[in-house]
């Protein structure tokens, strides 16, 4: 990845929901310009979610998604209404394809997948942009957008992928409704400013593969380049004598997680000191109750049981900070008895419950709808949840004097 390339993690998450056969395919291709999914009449052809990420004038970098059809059946049906569900926590806008389910016992109407669908989506507080699809082909277009806007209070866009109208008028919506935070979000806060000088130790270890820098470095390495700071970046073995050779001791020094305790003794006084794992704590999820999650440390106990969740999804290898080096420093704190689950990518437990406490990676993979959503669960729950990078510091004694 360049320096100027998005991640996907940083794009907005636009997600598509609504009955198989609905014209989601269709509409995501329209949105994109490009045959990005598999269209066909045959309801049920996605059977699992589909990302294309691009740009959209006056939004910037999007991710669209095309999730399987929630009134999905059988077996295999259950896990792609599953995944679905899944994708609901990473979604900033959904775009809610309806039918006309005018069908009705007496009165009353029957409620329909779209009705169970929209009050998840409000539950979450997402975003919704009602679609009526497929108006080339419909006879009583105005009757059933008539009933739709009665329905949920709002009225339908009308659109018709296969020709291309109302796409136009989706892209307008989807800038109505951008969160008002999007894009405000910065990995270093107000923590330095332009001419301010920073040093980055990053020490390149096993998990950093050869000739590259893992994607926390490089976002924050391009936005201090954004903010016109000097940057200097050494591996920790060279900070001493990185420091002599500056003319006036760094503004802020930001390290790997994993050499907070090393970085720390040999700092300037002057210098303030934070991590990667740190600043992203903040920068995808919520840095304060990380913090206030960290005192749970002092509790736990030989039978108390923890759980580590990490975004990434890659092979275990030797020192790795989450399967190795974190449940070293915990067990060495609490007792070689203390029991450590491991998760990874999208395993993320819904019963937090039988955990004392849930450590989190920095997320630098995943966007920051789907870390508040499981900062949420955790609190909903009553469970303490922290990051590596916070867990670390407090471990090493040294939580008071990091800065976020």
């Given amino acids: 990845m360049s320096l100027t390339d998005t991640p996907n993690a940083n794009r907005l998450h636009i997600a598509l929901f609504g009955k198989r ?5 269709s509409l995501i291709n329209a949105l994109t310009g490009q045959d990005t999914a598999i269209v066909s009449d045959t309801p049920g052809t996605t059977t699992d979610l589909v990302s294309k990420a691009m740009e959209i004038q006056g939004i910037g970098p999007c991710l669209f998604m095309d999730t399987p059809g929630f009134d999905d059946e059988g077996e295999l049906g259950e896990m792609r209404i599953a995944r679905t569900l899944k994708a609901i926590e990473k979604t900033d806008i959904a775009l809610l394809l309806c039918e006309d389910d005018s069908t009705s016992c007496e009165n009353e109407r029957l ?5 169970e669908m929209w009050k998840l989506l409000k539950e979450k507080n997402i975003p919704v942009i009602l679609i009526l699809n497929k108006i080339d082909i419909r006879e009583n277009t105005d009757a059933v957008a008539a009933r739709i806007e009665l329905q949920y209070n709002r009225r339908p866009l009308l659109v018709s992928a296969k020709e291309g ?3 136009e008028e989706i892209r307008q919506a ?6 008002s935070d999007f894009g405000q979000q910065s990995i270093t806060g107000e923590l330095v400013a332009e001419n301010d000088l920073v040093l980055l130790v990053m020490p390149q270890d096993i998990q950093a593969p050869k000739g590259r820098l893992i994607l926390p470095q490089v976002q924050t390495i391009r936005e201090l380049l954004d903010k016109k700071c000097l940057v200097m970046t050494c591996t920790t073995d060279k900070l001493p004598e990185t420091l002599q050779a500056l003319a006036r001791p760094p503004k802020l020094i ?6 907070f305790k090393t970085v720390y003794e040999q700092k300037p006084e002057e210098s303030k000191l934070t991590s990667f794992s740190v600043l992203f704590a903040g920068y995808k999820g919520d840095i304060h109750y990380y913090v206030e999650s960290a005192t749970a440390i002092e509790s736990l106990t030989e039978s108390s049981r923890v759980l580590i969740a990490e975004a990434c999804t890659h092979a275990p290898l030797s020192e790795d900070i989450g399967r190795v080096k974190l449940p070293r420093l915990l067990r060495k704190r609490i007792g070689e008895k203390l029991q450590i689950d491991m998760v990874g990518g999208t395993d993320f437990p819904q019963d ?4 004392s406490l849930v450590i ?3 997320a630098c993979m995943f966007n920051r709808k789907y870390v508040l959503s499981r900062i949420d669960r955790a609190r909903k729950q009553h469970i303490p949840m922290t990051n590596y990078g916070v867990a670390i510091a407090y471990l090493n004694g040294i939580l008071e004097q990091i800065e976020y």
């Fill in 21 to 25: 056969n609905s014209g989601k395919s």
């Fill in 254 to 259: 930001i390290t790997d997680s994993q050499v």
């Fill in 111 to 115: 409620e329909s997948p779209e009705d």
């Fill in 352 to 355: 937090l419950t039988p955990y």
């Fill in 360 to 362: 989190h990676c920095g």
């Fill in 165 to 167: 109208t109302g796409i």
């Fill in 174 to 179: 989807i800038l109505e409704k951008l969160p």
